[in-house]
């Protein structure tokens, strides 16, 4: 069933939304290249930051598809469904990720490992938004939804979160550690909802009432 479905989830992806998303982070990685001086690691870290968010928002749209209700009914489930699509586009997004690094200048690069997990963490966040999308709007294309969500979300994160809660630390603060201990949270808890919201709705049970016999005579 899986190589059966593997040509026309293929079909349905949104190629354009993932190339838009990808060809931005790619161009704010390669920023730093074009300035003259040595790079700055704020600067870089900032730029992949940038980046990752610039991809999750192509992401964003990944649930998207126009078939949606036509396919509810298929013996695929949509956990089976919504794995698949992220299968497929998981190596891609891995090899754009290594080229985004690549990117970046050595001397401004910051710890591989841990601007990862941010990624990663952006990334899978971006997807559990699009899926609550679907869980609850029903919609068959919530990606714009789920995107300008994801966005406003993202540029109000540093504002509104307490300081105990920092993230978005530089690669100089003494809260480094602490705050990619926060990230790997964000992911888990990014992962945790994309597999609730994955799951196929409850579906309402109806009970039918058959009519009494009427009385002979």
Not at 26 to 35: D, E, F, K, Q, S
Not at 88 to 101: K, N, Q, S
Not at 108 to 121: I, N, S, Y
Request: proline share 9%.
């Amino acid at each position: 069933m899986t190589r059966a479905l593997v040509r026309p989830v293929t079909r349905t992806l949104p190629r354009w939304a993932l190339a838009a998303g990808g060809a931005l982070g790619l161009l704010l990685a390669g920023v730093p290249r074009m300035l003259p001086g040595r790079s700055d690691p704020w600067l870089c870290l900032t730029l992949l930051r940038a980046a990752a968010l610039a991809l999750a928002l192509g992401l964003a749209f990944l649930l998207d598809d126009p078939a949606r209700h036509t396919t509810a009914a298929v013996p695929a489930g949509r956990p089976l469904r919504t794995g698949l699509r992220v299968a497929l586009v998981a190596p891609f997004a891995a090899l754009w990720w290594v080229a985004a690094l690549a990117l970046v200048p050595a001397e401004g690069r910051p710890p591989v490992g841990a601007v990862t997990l941010e990624a990663a963490a952006t990334a899978v966040l971006a997807l559990a938004v699009a899926a609550a999308g679907v869980r609850f709007s029903g919609q068959a294309e919530p990606g714009t939804g789920a995107a300008v969500t994801f966005l406003v979300a993202a540029v109000a994160a540093p504002l509104l979160v307490p300081d105990r809660w920092t993230p978005f630390v530089t690669v100089d603060d003494e809260r480094w550690g602490a705050a990619h201990h926060q990230w790997a949270l964000l992911l888990a808890a990014g992962a945790l909802a994309c597999a609730a919201w994955t799951r196929e709705p409850p579906r309402r049970r109806t009970v039918s009432r058959r009519r009494a016999p009427a009385p002979a005579g």
